[in-house]
């Protein structure tokens, strides 16, 4: 199979046609190469935020309002694409306010098939700014996609830092990592937790990053990245463990071809076997004995 991930810039769009019309030529785009999935990077939904003017955008906490009541137009816009093109679309994340879980939002990735099909997941573990100013939520629990081109899981940036998260995903051989990073150190965490998730799941892990000045929405601000595709450094993969990657800071999408044979491969038989050793290591909070040398 093909996937894109995307590099993607916040524009501060001026109405919803903009918006519309901007998803469409992305979409269209990366369906025009032959990808069949398509994600979109953490918070990418926020450029929402400009439609309710410049002053919404500037500040947080009504930016949050402001693109949660517009999901619902934006969910149906993507479900639309997907089925027009024949494509799974991952859906870049935004805050929503569900009224089940309080009055604060989480941030949600939402995931479209050709055929109707919608889910979501949202993040698990919040990071600094998440916490404060933004007061987001996080929600479990996580979920296992199971669709026509394989068992998909999401984990949404930080919550790619986390292996005991990632390992709660090991059925899944797709690992999607939608990220918005600030700085290049931000995105190499989320990178190397990416490409970690991949070696010790025996697994293909893709991300993908918001890019570029962003200074008028502050909720999100000027991000780093690129997207990029990983895979175990193993039989049937780069040595490198790296599929294909974007380059920084260039918006666009880094499409791939993926075998999911290959997955099923290094899982059976691969070179190590890291999945099937996982239950070797010492349970979470195993005792460690102090020794003293000199």
């Known amino acids: 199979m093909k996937i894109a991930t995307a590099a993607y810039p916040l524009d501060p769009l001026r109405s919803w046609a903009d918006y519309a019309a901007k998803i469409e030529a992305w979409v269209a785009d990366a369906a025009g190469q032959g990808a069949e999935l398509l994600l979109f990077p953490e918070y990418a939904a926020m450029e929402l935020a400009a439609l309710d003017g410049a002053d919404v955008a500037a500040d947080v906490e009504r930016s949050l309002h402001a693109v949660s009541a517009r999901i619902g137009d934006a969910d149906d816009l993507h479900a639309d694409l997907a089925a027009k093109h024949k494509v799974h679309i991952s859906a870049g994340s935004a805050p929503v306010f569900d009224g089940t879980l309080g009055n604060r939002p989480v941030n949600r990735q939402r995931l479209f098939s050709p055929t109707g099909g919608r889910g979501f997941q949202d993040k698990q573990i919040m990071t600094r700014f998440e916490r404060a100013p933004m007061d987001m939520l996080p929600c479990g629990p996580l979920k296992l996609f199971d669709t026509s081109l394989g068992k ?23 690992l999607l990592v ?31 990053s ?40 260039h918006p666009g999408w880094t499409v791939a071809e993926v075998d999911p044979a ?20 010492p349970a979470p909070g195993h005792s460690v004995t102090s020794e003293r040398l000199g």
Do not use: K
Not at 154 to 163: A, R
Not at 221 to 236: A, H, L
């Open 152 to 174: 998909i899981g999401i984990l949404i940036c930080y919550d790619s830092e986390f292996p005991l998260l990632g390992r709660s995903l090991a059925e899944a051989e797709l």
């Open 178 to 208: 939608p990220s918005c990073t600030e700085a290049l150190s931000g995105y190499w965490r989320v990178r190397i937790g990416a490409m970690a998730r991949a070696l010790e799941n025996q697994c293909v892990t893709v991300m993908s």
């Open 262 to 281: 290959a997955v099923a491969h290094v899982r059976a038989d691969g070179q190590v076997l890291n999945r099937r050793h996982w239950d070797e290591q």
């Open 210 to 249: 918001l890019t570029g000045p962003g200074n008028w929405c502050e909720a999100v601000g000027d991000t780093t990245g690129m997207g990029g595709v990983f895979g175990p450094p193993d039989t049937g993969f780069p040595p490198s463990g790296v599929i294909a990657e974007g380059t920084l800071n």
